[in-house]
């Protein structure tokens, strides 16, 4: 993967909690927030993915039982 150069304006003590984490963890401050954006970004597919299936779920009536009643039916006309 090729690499780019990003640059960000962050509060001092931001910065100063990402190079402490980074110190830590044994790792550089790009690795850190690297990290965290791809498993922010594999976080948010996952839950779309999610909502997806539960939208075809509700579109088709996968998983319900019973007799499925029209408009008429439901509303005892």
């Known amino acids: 993967m090729s690499h780019g150069n ?4 962050l509060p001092d003590e931001v910065i100063r909690l990402a190079r402490i984490t980074a110190a830590e963890r044994e790792t550089s401050v790009s690795a850190l927030v690297e ?11 996952r839950q ?3 909502w997806r299936r539960q939208l075809e ?3 088709t009536g996968e998983g319900l039982t019973g007799p499925f009643l029209g408009r008429e039916e439901s509303h005892g006309r």
């Not at 990003?6 to 304006?9: A, D, E, F, K, W």
Request: glycine fraction near 4%; avoid cysteine; charged fraction near 45%.
């Open 57 to 59: 779920r509700m579109r």
């Open 6 to 9: 990003l640059t960000l304006r």
């Open 35 to 45: 990290g965290l954006l791809l498993r922010d970004a594999e976080i948010e597919a």
């Open 48 to 50: 779309q993915e999610r």
